[in-house]
């Protein structure tokens, strides 16, 4: 089954049929669609994509908290959005509520399998880890010292099938009072079959911070932050500690 599709699509109404081996979420269509989906089809390519989003179950999974009261008075026909799910959204709202989803944001499949091993977490020497980021010059997107690597994070991933292939190894982050685990760093590497390849991460101080409404500033917290690789949101066999 192919899929067409703009954004997110629901499958469970057919996903489970006897007749359904297989769904490819094409999205939009392009002049050479036609072709790639062939090439992969036939295995003369081999999928390397990975969901940008969360495929729930249900469509109830989505809502977070209840329904939003409209405004009154002069105001009722100016509904407003106060954004009260905060930084809980797609697979970090499923997270927070413990709801599986069908496909996870990050999944996705191949004509392989591999393997994670040897993950390393390096705290880069004579980095700042201070609670506020070192003073430095502002640039597009804030305080210059907000692209310090802080810290290093590799691993190894090996095709463990038969048929040459990419995988997009994922990097996530737990900080400490924030969301189970977020988003900090992807590679796409191929791997040839019974081949291994070292994924590296540069972790920015900007990728461990959270916003400080008190101080008005992007901040470290001190404690432990969960260090997470893996294939998808939920497909993580690599775990570790990074200790600020």
């Not at 990419?166 to 791997?191: D, H, M, N, T, W």
Request: net charge negative.
């Amino acid at each position: 089954m192919t899929i067409h599709n703009a954004g997110v699509r629901l499958v469970d109404q057919w996903i489970e049929h006897p007749n359904i081996t297989a769904v490819i979420f094409a999205h939009l269509a392009g002049q050479d669609s036609g072709r790639a989906l062939v090439q992969l089809l036939y295995g003369q390519q081999s999928f390397s994509g990975k969901l940008p989003y969360t495929v729930a179950k249900n469509e109830s999974d989505y809502i977070n908290g209840g329904q939003p009261s409209l405004p009154e008075g002069e105001y009722q026909l100016f509904p407003q959005s106060d954004f009260s799910e905060g930084v809980y959204i797609d697979y970090k709202s499923f997270d927070q509520k413990n709801v599986t989803p069908r496909y996870e944001f990050g999944f996705g499949l191949t004509y392989t399998t591999f393997s994670y091993c040897d993950l390393k977490i390096n705290l880069l020497p004579g980095v700042s880890t201070a609670y506020l980021p070192p003073a430095s010059p502002i640039i597009p997107g804030g305080i210059a010292s907000l692209w310090d690597v802080v810290t290093q994070v590799t691993a190894v991933v090996t095709n463990t099938g038969s048929m040459d292939a990419a995988e997009v190894a994922q990097l996530y982050v737990g900080i400490p009072g924030g969301p189970i685990r977020q988003l900090r760093g992807f590679s796409k590497v191929g791997i040839p079959v019974g081949g291994s390849v070292t994924v590296e991460f540069d972790l920015m101080r900007r990728d461990l911070s959270e916003w400080s409404v008190m101080d008005q500033s992007w901040v470290l917290q001190n404690g432990s932050y969960a260090i997470y690789v893996g294939a998808s949101s939920r497909d993580l066999p690599l775990q570790g500690t990074l200790t600020i």
